[in-house]
Every structure is written in C-alpha cells, then in structure tokens.
C-alpha cells in the first residue's frame, strides 16, 4: 500500500508564511509527478502547485508567493507560502503518481489534507 501523509498546516495571520510537508510510504518503484491542490469551503478541488520531471507549474493565483520542491531522495514534496491572503485559506491536500511496482501502471494517490487558514 502507498501512503501520503501531509503535515505543516495551521493558522497564519495575512502576510505569514507556512511550509507544508508531504511524504510518500509504502511499495513504490518509483514517483513521476507530485503536488499539491486545494478545496476552499463551497469550492471545487484545485491545482495548487505541482513538480514534473519537466519543471514546476502554478495557478496564476500564488505564482511568486508559492514555491514547490521535492526531495526525491525521501519521497517528498513541500510547498512554501509566503505572503499568505484568506483566500488562500482552504484545505490543501498532496498528490502523487506513483508506479508501485516495476511494469505496473502509475496510478494517482492523495493525502488526507491539511487545514491552512489565513486569518487575523
């Protein structure tokens, strides 16, 4: 089984900053893509931020405020928040696609989400 979990999320006054964590366990051959999106209260899950072997990719929303990495190394990926808006503030979840096993097809995996809430 594979298993993403998240951490880093909490309150943080318009401004801040927060730095979220996610970290892949379990039977994995190998990661192609991780990121992270987002789902705000009455709102539709949506692209945060997500890292390719190609480069990185953001929503126009948090382009140079946001700033996503990975440690292939562990497994991971992180989001940097800087300048954080309440608009910012929903529930941010991790996504990865993942190859369990050598000649198996990548299949999408989710954490269980992490609250951000921006708010004075």
């Known amino acids: 089984q594979v298993q993403l979990v998240e951490s880093g999320g909490g309150l943080v006054q318009p401004g801040g900053s927060l730095r979220l964590s996610c970290a892949a366990s379990?039977?994995?051959?190998?990661?192609?893509?991780m990121g992270w999106y987002r789902q705000a209260p009455g709102k539709g899950r949506e692209l945060v931020a997500r890292?390719?072997?190609?480069?990185?990719i953001y929503a126009d929303s948090v382009k140079g405020r946001f700033t996503i990495s990975r440690d292939i190394a562990k497994n991971a990926v992180y989001l940097q928040m800087n300048s954080l808006k309440p608009e910012d503030t929903a529930v941010y979840y991790c996504?990865?696609?993942?190859?369990?096993?050598?000649?198996?097809?990548?299949?999408?995996?989710w954490g269980q989400g992490t609250q951000v809430t921006v708010s004075s």
């Open positions: 890292a390719t072997s190609g480069g990185s």
């Open positions: 379990g039977s994995i051959f190998s990661i192609n893509a």
């Open positions: 996504n990865a696609d993942i190859r369990p096993r050598s000649g198996w097809a990548l299949a999408a995996y």
